[in-house]
């Protein structure tokens, strides 16, 4: 199973929203509503910020927010700060009864 | 809250066997399926395997043919082991849950990643 498509990095400036894509195919992302975000800052472990497409764990900014249009999925910041500078991955459930993750996106906050 | 702390020994020789122990705190080992995940340096993440308190395991196929999940929840760790290993299996291992759910019949896991541990860099290398 090949990893999901993110584009490898996007900017965005202070207070401008941003949206980072993850691509898969049938059998994973456009087949199942299990697709979750992860944080993750330098030297740190991953942190979920979304899961089920479009649910936010307790604790996570409403800032943050996901979506599903077929094959694609997305997650959107809005009011950019400077300590969403980080790397995100997508991940999806498949069909073959595992998770796949995405290649990653590092978000700059110029 | 629960708490993952990874152990074991940072540097491993090529073809020999890596082990890691995850130290489970401040949870129900029921209420989890209990998963391993790597990061190789400057790369992203690859899911490794899963299991259940009850014994049952989920393994990525492309690993599946090296890589043993077990659980001792008399101790709350759950354990890897991965033999065979080459310098493509240097990388950062994280231990993570799954929430676990019930649907009147039986538990399955639910398919993201809630509670992680800090990870720990296992270099394999002669």
């Known amino acids: 199973q090949s990893a999901l498509t993110q584009p490898a990095s996007v900017s965005g400036s202070p207070g401008q929203s941003i949206t980072i894509s993850c691509t898969g195919t049938?059998?994973?992302?456009?087949?199942?509503?299990?697709v979750s975000w992860y944080q993750q800052h330098p030297g740190k472990a991953p942190k979920l910020m979304i899961y089920?497409?479009?649910n936010r764990p307790s604790g996570v900014s409403n800032r943050f927010s996901g979506s599903k249009s077929g094959n694609t999925a997305s997650l959107t910041i809005s009011g950019l700060q400077a300590e969403d500078e980080a790397a995100y991955y997508c991940?999806?459930?498949?069909?073959?009864?595992?998770?796949?993750f995405g290649g990653g996106t590092k978000l700059t906050v110029l | 809250q629960v708490q993952l702390q990874e152990s074991g020994p940072g540097l491993v020789k090529p073809s020999e066997t890596l082990s890691l122990t995850c130290t489970v705190s401040?949870?129900?080992?029921?209420?989890?399926?209990w998963s391993w995940i790597r990061q190789p340096p400057g790369k992203g993440l690859e899911w490794i395997a899963y299991?259940?308190?009850?014994?049952?395991?989920n393994y990525n196929p492309s690993l599946k043919s090296r890589v043993t999940i077990s659980a001792d929840t008399s101790k709350h760790q759950f354990s890897l082991k991965m033999s065979s290993v080459t310098a493509a299996d240097t990388a950062v291992y994280y231990c993570?849950?799954?929430?676990?759910?019930?649907?009147?019949?039986?538990?399955?896991?639910?398919?993201?990643?809630?509670?992680w541990g800090q990870g720990t860099l296992v270099t394999v290398s002669s």
């Open positions: 993570a849950t799954l929430p676990a759910s019930y649907d009147g019949s039986a538990y399955y896991s639910e398919h993201y990643f809630d509670y």
């Open positions: 401040g949870g129900s080992m029921s209420s989890y399926y």
């Open positions: 299991i259940y308190y009850s014994g049952s395991t």
């Open positions: 049938s059998s994973d992302v456009g087949g199942y509503k299990f």
């Open positions: 089920d497409v479009s």
């Open positions: 991940s999806s459930y498949t069909s073959t009864n595992y998770v796949v």
